[in-house]
């Protein structure tokens, strides 16, 4: 692990190298400049791995205007390209080593790099600009040598930075062909063909609590490390992030529950999560960090879930926007009803199968919708509402019924109980009765109900009355 240090191989730097820095937040009030971020269409980072030939060991390149050249307070497309080459480097390798991007450009002080792929968002700090960190040749230097350092099978590498608006979008639709290819590679897979899953923290600096379980049908909620690239980085590193995870028992193939990841989370999250579902949004739900690339939502009013996904800039269907709903789940949080996941996960056979899997899904934005339109079942495709189909809730259930979704079936399974008619004692009127429950269902242990914003709601002596309630068939409904 390297250390932080203004001396060594970090002595040329004009600001402080080492994993303290992990996890700082650059304000806005704070930045000097933003580089990709949602106000940026076109931003990414790509890694190739190269012959040794084609490399010139430590060349940093700059595609553009510099970061000294840059406007304060601006936000600009933004791309970095590392090339790598070695004799034990794989082309399997390029997505592990693509990762490391995020992780080492956090150790610089001053600067905040969250995200990946064409996700990416960083802000650099007027302070670290002032103590002279105004070129991108110091960032690439401390790529070079971080990687170098801890990844010894990097022989040689290059790194390139852009900020020429023209070539950053001409390596953002490159990088998105090689990110699909990727992808497609580990679809064909099922969880039921191997005996160990992978388990990555690298998101821990953020979101000290998540513990982000890898398998062949569950890709990392970041979208940038499927179950091959998992078990790629542990074989190279095998002290880093990603470690295995036997996957153990299965407790509940419906739920995606198992012993191993059980035992796993809780280790790895020093006991706060005792217990994932690696297949459901309810009760025990997969923790979300904060670099996700999607978050489903609850929408109570048609008892449904909508998507959302990072670059979606208006509002939902329940009138909040990604931002906002992505951090009532961050943190390594388990909220009821609220999941951050990747995009690929949603073409995942086992997606949501213990909530219905597509049949629980009400809403999704037009661009998502089309991305992942080779994953909807046909016959649903139409009846899933969108941002130009409705706007409220109250809409979005008149959509529903109007187009026959499946979870309108799942409304007609309420069942009301009638409170037996009492004597009411002379002298007294008849007032508005509680509803009694025939008997208490089962229910999961709810975090939505323990955290609202970010703080834990206790309640102790309330009375609460209930002037209505819905139950729902256990054996069918299970998962709420």
């Not at 996941?341 to 899904?361: C, H, P, T």
């Not at 609202?452 to 068939?473: F, Q, T």
Request: proline content about 6%; glycine content about 8%; some cysteine.
């Amino acid at each position: 692990m390297i250390m932080s240090t203004r001396k060594g191989m970090f002595a040329d730097i004009p600001v402080e190298v080492g994993p303290q820095f992990e996890g700082q937040r650059v304000r806005k009030e704070q930045m000097y400049v933003e580089l990709g971020g949602p106000k940026v269409d076109c931003k990414c980072e790509l890694v190739k791995v190269k012959d040794q030939s084609e490399v010139v060991d430590g060349e940093i390149k700059v595609i553009g205007p510099d970061l000294k050249d840059l406007k304060e307070n601006e936000s600009y497309p933004f791309a970095i390209y590392i090339e790598a080459s070695g004799g034990k480097i794989e082309k399997d390798l390029e997505g592990v080593l693509e990762r490391r991007i995020h992780q080492y450009s956090n150790y610089i002080e001053g600067l905040m790099h969250l995200n990946q792929r064409y996700d990416i968002w960083i802000r650099t700090s007027k302070a670290s600009f002032k103590k002279g960190m105004d070129s991108f040749t110091y960032w690439g230097k401390i790529l070079h040598r971080l990687y170098k350092a801890e990844l010894p099978i990097v022989e040689k590498m290059r790194v390139t930075f852009i900020t020429d608006p023209q070539k950053a979008k001409e390596l953002y639709a490159e990088a998105l062909s090689i990110y699909e290819a990727r992808d497609a590679r580990a679809r064909g897979m099922r969880d039921e063909d191997v005996d160990i899953f992978y388990s990555c923290v690298l998101c821990q600096s953020f979101a000290p609590t998540h513990v982000c379980i890898i398998t062949p049908n569950r890709y990392a909620n970041c979208g940038a490390i499927s179950w091959f690239d998992a078990r790629a980085s542990a074989n190279v590193d095998p002290k880093g992030s990603i470690i295995p995870t036997p996957k153990g028992e299965c407790l509940d193939p419906t739920r995606g529950e198992y012993t191993g990841t059980n035992e796993m989370v809780s280790k790895r999250s020093q006991g706060v999560i005792q217990h994932v579902s690696l297949y459901s949004a309810f009760g025990t739900p997969h923790t979300s960090c904060g670099c996700f690339e999607a978050t489903a939502f609850y929408v109570p009013e048609v008892d449904g879930l909508g998507i959302v996904h990072r670059s979606f800039k208006d509002k939902t269907v329940i009138g909040l926007p990604f931002s906002t709903i992505a951090d009532s789940t961050a943190g390594g949080r388990q909220v009821d009803g609220f999941h951050g996941l990747s995009i690929e996960y949603m073409r995942s056979k086992k997606f949501l199968q213990a909530d219905g899997g597509w049949n629980i899904v009400v809403w999704l934005p037009v661009e998502l919708k089309e991305r992942v339109k080779d994953a909807i079942p046909k016959e649903l495709f139409e009846l899933i509402a969108t941002e130009k189909d409705v706007s409220t809730p109250d809409e979005l259930r008149k959509f529903l019924e109007e187009r026959h979704h499946p979870i309108v079936e799942r409304w007609k399974k309420v069942v009301a109980v009638e409170q037996p008619p009492q004597a009411i004692p002379q002298g007294e009127e008849a007032g508005p009765q509680p509803t009694p429950l025939e008997a208490a269902p089962e229910i999961y242990q709810a975090s939505a109900f323990q955290t609202l914003g970010g703080i834990k709601v206790s309640m102790e002596g309330v009375k609460v009355v209930v002037k209505k309630a819905v139950l729902r068939k256990l054996e069918e409904e299970r998962t709420r």
